[in-house]
């Protein structure tokens, strides 16, 4: 059984500052940002101003609202770090190589512990492209907090790397098919063009008219998976 909790993620962070002695700022900092050039990353907290950091926004019924502050110091080691794509695609590269850790720990981090998905910190698949039968390995995750979202997808097989940063805390299912499609795309397989998620689409029309119009609206529209995104993420929200 597999249950993600933020909580062990600060409990990680505290055993690192245990076992070194330095904070988990620290730690991150010398071990990986400065050893990389990541110029543009680091670990929030309340105090600095952040030049160019970018506003999180959400949605509700059609509207979007800023995200109300929050202290990431509260989310250590499960949520307070900011980079760029450009940064993190430094990071990406230097995981092909033993800057950041030797093979065996590699090894032993992309290794499913449970199942055939899930590995420490990863979600692991073996995927076949449709048209040409090749198999790729898919090294992915995704996350969100208060205004944003994120997703990585690293391709083994060949180092492309798919990274998306959004600063709309959109249903993450939005952020999935974007990637998927892109990775289609670089193996010539069909796509589709983003499609408008069911959920943003349905929330103007319950706030504006009510429930059973929404209810016709959406037997009206259900079958119509080119326009419409009804990923099961979409439906639960």
């Known amino acids: 059984k597999v249950n993600y909790s933020n909580s062990n993620y600060y409990l990680l962070s505290v055993i690192i500052e245990k076992i070194t002695g330095k904070s988990y700022d620290e ?16 670990v929030e907290n309340s105090k600095d101003v952040l030049k160019n950091m970018s506003t999180g926004y959400f949605t509700s019924f059609g509207e979007y609202t800023s995200s109300s502050f929050v202290n990431m110091e509260n989310f ?25 850790l030797p093979n065996n720990l590699k ?41 944003y979202r994120s997703n990585i997808i690293r391709v083994n097989n060949n180092q492309y790397t798919i990274i ?21 795309s670089l193996y010539d397989e069909s796509f589709q063009y983003p499609r408008i998620p069911v959920s943003m689409y349905m929330y103007p029309i319950v706030k504006k ?18 326009k419409y995104g009804f990923h099961f993420m979409e439906l639960k929200s």
């Not at 250590?76 to 990406?92: H, M, P, Q």
């Not at 998905?117 to 907090?145: C, Q």
């Not at 805390?169 to 098919?177: A, D, E, P, T």
């Not at 119009?213 to 079958?223: F, L």
Request: aromatic share 10%.
């Open 76 to 100: 250590r080691g499960c949520g307070n770090i900011y980079s760029t794509a450009g940064d993190l695609l430094k990071w990406d590269q230097a995981l092909y190589t033993e800057k950041l």
């Open 27 to 42: 730690n991150i900092s010398e071990r990986i940002f400065i050893p990389l050039g990541m110029k543009n990353s680091g």
């Open 209 to 226: 008219d009510g429930v059973e119009k929404a209810k016709n609206e959406y037997n009206r529209i259900k079958g119509d998976s080119k």
């Open 107 to 147: 090894e032993t981090m992309y290794t499913p512990l449970i199942g055939n998905m899930f590995a420490s910190g990863w979600l692991i698949e073996k995927r076949v492209m449709p048209t040409n039968g090749d198999t790729v390995s898919l090294i992915r995750h995704s996350g969100g907090y208060w205004g």
């Open 164 to 184: 998306i940063l959004s600063n709309i805390n959109l249903n993450n299912s939005v952020f999935m098919s974007i990637g998927d499609n892109i990775l289609n």
